[in-house]
């Protein structure tokens, strides 16, 4: 239960520092954190203003991984917590869902950041049944509907719907 799951964290938590102080070079216990990288595309075009490197004349969009993970699932699945770090959408990414639901299911918190436009009821629904072990972001970088549009060139409206559908 998440009784010994709690245990299991500590114990490994414990046995990392141990394993670090004494200049191990490969740690025997699973990572506690692991930041992965889905997807670089983004469904907003042109980027936001303030989007990182995609502002850069010449900047091609890079596609999605092709099964980024499959060499990593066993790590994945015994860290206590799995970050996206894309700078696209991951909601994009085709395999999102599968990501999601063998990581939660796994007990592993699943965290990362969308710009909330693809959030779907049906994508809300399916986050929402996996909540324990998710962290989700949305970035809304604007407080009114004109600072949104001029950043993002996109409806503001849409985006508090979709939180709005999914709180």
Known sequence: GSWSSAVAHAFHRRLRLLQIR??????????????????????????????????????????????PLAHLWPDLLRAERVNDCSYGEPLLHPDFEEVVERLTRAGVTFGFTTNGLLLTERRARFLVERGAHLDMCVSFNAATPETYTHHHGRDFGMLVANVERFV
Do not use: M, S, W
């Open 22 to 67: 004494a200049g191990h070079k490969k740690l025997f216990v699973p990572p506690r954190t692991i930041n992965i990288e889905l997807t670089g595309r983004c469904n907003v075009k042109p980027p936001c203003t303030f989007c990182v490197g995609k502002n850069v004349p010449g900047y091609q969009e890079p596609g999605h991984l092709t099964d």
